[in-house]
């Protein structure tokens, strides 16, 4: 192997740790509500974490460098073009808002509208649109596609090839695919490798010859889900 096909290949894997760093973050009440019967599920309805008047509030907080919030607008401009979404900055600290930062390891974000001041953090290996995008349609309520409760008819989940402690990231939770299928190419899908122990996949695709993992940019898919929520 070459000197830059080394130094290539422990950049991706760089990439990919940084990206496992819990980076869906439920708060108690969400779990209770993906824990629960369909009808407590219907009368608590997820739409309450969909942001008000589809707009996103955010701030810029510490570590983000005027580099790193161009990379941002650029992903939020992307976002906004192909949806009805918008992205307001606030200097207000009592408004709820989403606080953009780069002080903490790894790629991660709260979910959905809480009505109070919530993160998006951006660590090392971050900066590049799709991971950016990832994190923001977390904050826009959106959930991992391997979560999804009809999963186990599209990929395989191997969890003796799970890391120790987080197997939680491949819990089903029973949310809604708004009757648009079970989606390879999502953004919001876990690579082949995610969180994996010994360098073997802990997903496994079912359908031949599809890849998932992407982090270039957001599925056709992706666009219909949040039009469907937000739209």
Known sequence: MSSFSYILLAFMWSCLNSMQANEMRLTTAQLKYFNSNALHR?????????????????????????????????????????????????????????????????????????????????????????IIQHELLHSLALLHMQNDPRRDRYVRINLANIEEGEQHNFQIYHSDDFQLGYDYASLMHYGAYAFSKNEKPTIVPLKRGVKIGQRIGLSAKDVQKLRIMYC
Not at 86 to 102: A, C, D, G
Not at 103 to 108: H, I, L
Not at 110 to 118: H, K
């Open 42 to 130: 219907n009368a608590l309805t997820w739409s309450g974490y969909y942001w008000p008047n589809s707009t996103l509030v955010y701030s810029v907080g510490k570590g983000m460098a005027f580099a790193d919030y161009l990379l941002v607008m650029n992903a939020m401009a992307d976002i906004s073009a192909r949806t009805c979404i918008k992205f307001r900055r606030t200097h207000n600290l009592k408004e709820p808002q989403v606080n953009l930062q780069r002080t903490d390891d790894g790629c991660w974000s709260d979910i959905g509208y809480l009505g109070e001041w919530q993160t998006l953090n951006l660590g090392k290996g971050c900066m590049q649109r799709g």
